[in-house]
Structure formats: C-alpha cells, structure tokens
C-alpha cells in the first residue's frame, strides 16, 4: 500500500519543486503538495529583485499538488493564511506530514493539524545558529524550540550548521535524517553546450571567469567584488567578471565600475533558470559574499557546473561544500566584508590557472553527494 505523504511549504520554489518530482515517482509513494501562494509560478514582484519575474521553468507539473492560500499575502509574511488546512489533514489521513517551517501563519496551523491528525509529522528547514541576534531574543526563541521541536518526530537536516541548531535547540540525534541540501544536479551539469558561441557573445576568450548570482541587496554583499577588483586592476587583466541578477544596489554597482574605470564587469540582469546554466557552465569560480546565508544554493548550482569556490564563511553552505585543503580543495573561504583578504584570493585564483582547473573537477565530485536520492531515501527508511 502506498504512503500517503503531505508536503507543506510557502510557494512552488525552483530549489524544492526538483525534489517534489523525484519524490512523487516514487511507487510506494502518494504525495500531495500544498501551496500558500503561486508566487514564482505567475508573474510577480520580488522586492529584492526589485521588478517582476517569473523562472520561466517547469514548477507545475510532474507532482500532485494544491494551492490553498489567500493569494493576498507577501510570501514573507508572518500572516501568509490559509481557511484548509485543516480539512486537508483531517480527510486525507497522511501517513506523513512534512513542514518546511515555522514562521508564518500557514505553517503554524500545518503544524497543529498534522500533530492533531496525520500518523507523522518531519520537520525540514534552513536555519541555523549563525543570524546575529541579540541575547534576550536568542534566550526566547530557544525557550519556543525546546518545547515546539517535540512535536515533530524528524527532522530532515540540511547540512552541519542545521545540525548544530538543532542539537543546541534539544533534538535528539536519533531524530535527526540526512537530506542534504541540493539542487538538480543533472540540470546544470551541460554536457551538450556550445561554450565557444556563448563565450564569443560575451567577448570571453583565454579570461578567467568569475560568476556572482543573486540579489543585489546588502545582505550579499555585491559591492564587496568590485572593491576587491579595484584592489588588483592595475596588476593583471586576466579576468572576467559575470553579474547576475538585480535590485536595489544594482545601480550603484554600475556606477562604482564607471568611476573606478573597472573593466571585464558584465552586469547580465536577472535572468532565468533555463539561460543560467549557460553562464554557470562558461565560468570558472563562483563568488558568494554574504554576511549571511542559511545556506546558498547557487553555490551548489555552480559547483553542478563545475566551478571552483570562493565562499564568505557567513554563508551556510561553506562548512559541508567548501573543502580548503587536501586533495579535495575546491577554493577558499573569507570572512564576509574582508575586501582586503577576498581581493588576495582572487588574485591568487588569477595566478594558478592549474590549480583553478582540479578545483572544478573537485567540486563537480564533491557535490555528487548532494542530491535529491538521499533525502528521498531518509523518507523512504522512516516510512517503513
């Protein structure tokens, strides 16, 4: 007899939706995903992004699912609703009710409904100890783990500073699943991808090229690149630096380029899943420089690409993808903000274009263990 299996997260994700699919194929499985909103899906407005998108990608079919929001809510916001839920869990008896959060009104309610009538309820988020919060917040909120956390009888886990939290938070290590964080590997990983056109388009010969892919928003920290490129442009001129996304400070950025005469900046502006992987795939090191990041998945869509790493240690992800030495070394960290220390690295990476090349084989291998199949497979194991 199938499992029955309910999933309940904010809105169709171009991260999560992969997994939805692969989960759904399987046979002894019958999953249902619940949606608070279609953000992602129709055309919307992301603050962050500052403008409208859609990804353009394929997040509606291959899996069963509902959408049973209001529709009238950021999907940020704490009081993201829905008038369902709790018919939902109630008619369908799961076997399984997966929650991937706390913090809005939609989850809550999914959490009280599925302890009150679904067989078992996991738990799967992001968060970890490393967001700067003062004390008495930092006291309160681990007072309302202690007591919410024992709800739950999993926890899908991440990553290593997933883990952390929720040992420090009083989960026990047998309640804790392997799921490590992933992306569709085999969507990035191009095999068949004329990088001499898309190079020639962007006037790429023998440069190294660097890739930043994210908001352009203060918390990443896109500035930080420039001023370190600033550091070395009278030095060496090797480079490419590729710039994708938008927001508030994309502006400025141009702006900083146009008065420090930076050359080699392409600023690409946002674009979608299909089209990314063409410059994921032509680049040689992805640049995360978040102050903070429960964890950066496109370094994992980067490393599917083959590229080598520079990573802030701020970014969640730098503990498990991130190897600095031995014969796995795939980059280097730094601390977020350290312009003077990433500028060095990436002079560094400039001057070893060998070493740059066993980095990319490093990653694509590293990141061969972060894949769909073994959070599906810690499903499957605590089903039976």
């Known amino acids: 007899?199938?499992?029955?299996?309910?999933?309940?997260?904010?809105?169709?994700?171009?991260?999560?939706?992969?997994?939805?699919?692969?989960?759904?194929?399987?046979?002894?499985?019958?999953?249902?995903?619940?949606?608070?909103?279609?953000?992602?899906?129709?055309?919307?407005?992301?603050?962050?992004?500052?403008?409208?998108?859609a990804w353009n990608i394929n997040l509606d079919s291959g899996y069963n699912y509902r959408f049973i929001g209001t529709f009238k809510?950021?999907?940020?916001?704490?009081?993201?609703?829905?008038?369902?839920?709790?018919?939902?869990?109630?008619?369908?008896?799961?076997?399984?009710?997966?929650?991937?959060?706390?913090?809005?009104?939609?989850?809550?309610?999914?959490?009280?409904?599925?302890?009150?009538?679904?067989?078992?309820?996991?738990?799967?988020?992001?968060n970890n100890l490393s967001k700067k919060e003062?004390?008495?917040?930092?006291?309160?909120?681990?007072?309302?783990?202690?007591?919410?956390?024992?709800?739950?009888?999993?926890?899908?886990v991440i990553g290593l500073r997933n883990y952390n939290f929720y040992i420090k938070n009083g989960v026990k290590k047998k309640k804790l699943l392997n799921a490590p964080y992933s992306v569709d590997n085999n969507f990035f990983r191009k095999k068949k991808l004329n990088k001499k056109k898309i190079k020639s388009k962007l006037n790429i010969k023998n440069e190294i090229v660097f890739i930043f892919s994210g908001k352009f928003i203060k918390r990443k920290r896109p500035m930080d690149i420039l001023k370190a490129i600033n550091l070395i442009k009278t030095e060496r001129n090797n480079y490419k630096f590729l710039f994708i996304g938008d927001g508030i400070l994309k502006d400025k950025c141009i702006s900083y380029c146009k008065k420090n005469k930076l050359k080699n900046i392409l600023f690409l502006g946002f674009v979608n899943q299909n089209e990314i992987v063409n410059y994921y795939n032509i680049s040689d090191v992805v640049i995360m420089p978040s102050e903070y990041e429960t964890w950066g998945l496109s370094v994992n869509e980067a490393m599917a690409s083959q590229c080598a790493c520079l990573v802030s240690k701020e970014s969640g992800c730098s503990d498990d993808l991130v190897k600095t030495s031995g014969k796995?070394?795939?980059?280097?960290?730094?601390?977020?903000?350290?312009?003077?220390?990433?500028?060095?690295?990436?002079?560094?990476?400039l001057k070893?274009?060998?070493?740059?090349?066993?980095?990319?084989?490093?990653?694509?291998?590293?990141?061969?263990?972060?894949?769909?199949?073994?959070t599906i497979n810690s499903i499957e194991k605590s089903l039976r």
């Open 1 to 53: 007899m199938k499992k029955k299996i309910a999933i309940f997260t904010t809105h169709p994700i171009q991260y999560q939706v992969p997994l939805f699919k692969q989960l759904a194929k399987k046979k002894n499985i019958k999953l249902t995903v619940y949606f608070a909103s279609n953000h992602g899906i129709k055309i919307n407005k992301d603050k962050d992004f500052n403008k409208k998108f």
């Open 73 to 126: 809510k950021d999907v940020n916001s704490f009081f993201l609703n829905s008038q369902f839920i709790k018919k939902e869990i109630k008619d369908n008896n799961y076997d399984l009710s997966i929650i991937f959060g706390w913090n809005n009104i939609f989850y809550i309610k999914a959490i009280i409904y599925s302890f009150c009538y679904a067989k078992k309820i996991f738990l799967r988020s992001e």
């Open 134 to 156: 003062n004390i008495l917040k930092k006291y309160l909120k681990s007072i309302i783990f202690y007591f919410l956390f024992k709800i739950f009888d999993k926890f899908l």
């Open 328 to 349: 796995k070394k795939n980059g280097f960290i730094f601390k977020s903000g350290d312009i003077q220390n990433l500028s060095l690295k990436i002079k560094y990476l």
């Open 352 to 374: 070893n274009k060998k070493k740059i090349r066993q980095m990319k084989k490093n990653s694509l291998e590293i990141i061969k263990s972060y894949e769909f199949k073994e």
